[in-house]
């Protein structure tokens, strides 16, 4: 049977009718992934917000939102329009919290988001000459799953520390046997951490129920929680962190652009070397390279999308948008920007074409005038949904085949050495380098494809940088 007519130039254009979908569907699509999503409006000030370059300087929790919401904005748009598919974009999760916890505490804010620009720049060079695809092949498929589920505990661990539901344990060493603890003092005491414990709770159980936006809805709950307790209760605003839990003064407010264009393209060269910031840079390609190519693989699969040889329709385009967005992330110092995975929810409500993606992204926009909101929120009340996250993150160990030792080894160690050393850089490392050792231990060399042989060099230069430079000089 033919598909049936088109009814305007909009529906022809996004081909909407053709692809077996209608309007409603499309905005029903558009709210489910933008509800699912929005959390990334609190959760990237929080974690960006919450980190301290080399000299000691935060990022404004106000310009951060404002800045995550215009990029998620206009490059979901970019996505729809260009592109033709409802995958939505924004910062990226992980892509985050490397620029926060490894690549920020070793140069100026400024610097780190020069990376992630020449980190996109480079993905648009690899996506225009083809050899993303090279690349992504040369990484085994166990690896590439053991670095998400690695960044998910990583994430995680970040949001307990956040919390307070974890702590160092204090004091000189050697009076104690473990370096953390739970709570402050071995036990949990106080009303933010009882807030957090609570917001766990309530996310898990309506993510168990399959409700929409679960993540979202924890975030605003927990919120509302901890300003009614933050009320009544006695309190020091230091027991919260950064993030005190109370009204603003004003709900709308003009947004605040103050960090766009705030980034200094070649100044980590200074500040950490060659070699460190190519393994930096590396860090941020896998991370771009791996979770967009399987985003945008799965959503299009479950719309239905793939072609008979299991193509995605316009990738090479959907790529560069993808690759652009990092570039955009970076020069408005939100981190890179990526595809999200969370566009499956707007497929679940029906949306197969980028129409969808025009009421995710307006609703981003809208979000622009609201930023006083995303100030409210303290830690406790955002780390639950970093813990579920790590859980989404995490889901991917089951594809593993952890009865095979040469695969299962390195995927072991690159989930385990990523939260133990707090460093998302050291787990893919130890996954590659140890990759590599067994296959040539085992006399299968030639399986590891010349790329990988390459970056396992790399890394062993960057685990032996200190005796190296000892030898130098």
């Not at 080399?54 to 990029?71: E, I, M, N, P």
């Not at 006695?234 to 839990?245: E, N």
């Not at 985003?295 to 959907?318: I, W």
Request: proline share 4%; with cysteine; aromatic share 8%.
């Amino acid at each position: 049977m033919p598909p049936a007519a088109a009814s305007n130039g909009i529906d022809r254009f996004f081909r909407i009718t053709e692809r077996g979908s209608d309007f409603g569907r499309e905005i029903r699509g558009g709210l489910a992934t933008f509800f699912t999503m929005a959390y990334i409006l609190v959760l990237n000030p929080i974690i960006l917000g919450g980190a301290e370059d080399k000299y000691g300087h935060h990022l404004s929790h106000t310009q951060l939102a404002t800045a995550t919401a215009l990029v998620a904005c206009v490059m979901t748009v970019i996505m729809g329009v260009a592109g033709n598919l409802p995958l939505a974009l924004a910062a990226g999760l992980g892509l985050n919290a490397v620029v926060a916890f490894q690549i920020a505490p070793q140069m100026s804010w400024d610097d780190a988001m020069g990376v992630v620009v020449l980190e996109g720049l480079i993905i648009c060079v690899l996506v225009l000459t083809g050899l993303r695809e090279a690349v992504m092949h040369a990484i085994p498929q166990p690896l590439k799953q053991a670095i998400s589920v690695g960044i998910g505990l990583f994430i995680a661990f970040i949001g307990f520390i956040d919390a307070g539901f974890v702590t160092r344990i204090p004091g000189a060493i050697g009076e104690s046997s473990v370096p953390v603890q739970m709570g402050g003092d071995g036990q949990l005491s106080g009303w933010p951490v009882l807030v957090f414990c609570l917001g766990v709770l309530l996310t898990i159980a309506l993510m168990a129920r399959g409700l929409k936006g679960a993540i979202l809805i924890g975030i605003v709950t927990t919120t509302v929680l901890a300003i009614a307790i933050n009320e009544i209760a006695d309190i020091k605003p230091a027991a919260w962190g950064l993030t005190v839990p109370k009204m603003p003064d004003d709900v709308v407010a003009s947004p605040d652009f103050g960090l766009l264009g705030d980034f200094d393209l070649f100044g980590a060269w200074n500040e950490v070397g060659a070699l460190t910031l190519v393994l930096i840079i590396f860090t941020l390609i896998l991370s771009d390279f791996f979770d967009t190519m399987g985003t945008v693989v799965g959503v299009t699969n479950e719309a239905g999308l793939l072609d008979a040889q299991g193509n995605v329709p316009n990738l090479g385009r959907v790529l560069f948008i993808d690759s652009v967005a990092a570039v955009a992330g970076g020069a408005a110092s939100a981190s890179s920007s990526t595809t999200y995975i969370e566009s499956a929810a707007g497929v679940g409500e029906g949306a197969r074409t980028g129409f969808a993606n025009l009421v995710t992204g307006g609703l981003f926009g809208l979000a622009l005038f609201l930023t006083p909101l995303a100030t409210v929120v303290p830690a406790q009340a955002a780390a639950p949904a970093l813990i579920a996250v790590g859980f989404l993150m995490m889901s991917q160990v089951r594809h593993i085949e952890w009865e095979r030792y040469e695969i299962a080894i390195p995927a072991f160690l690159t989930v385990s050495v990523m939260p133990f050393t707090y460093s998302i850089t050291n787990g893919i490392g130890a996954g590659f380098v140890s990759y590599v050792v067994i296959k040539l231990v085992l006399g299968k060399a030639r399986e590891v494809h010349w790329l990988l042989w390459g970056t396992a060099a790399l890394f062993l230069a960057y685990f032996a940088i200190d005796p190296i430079e000892q030898l130098l000089t």
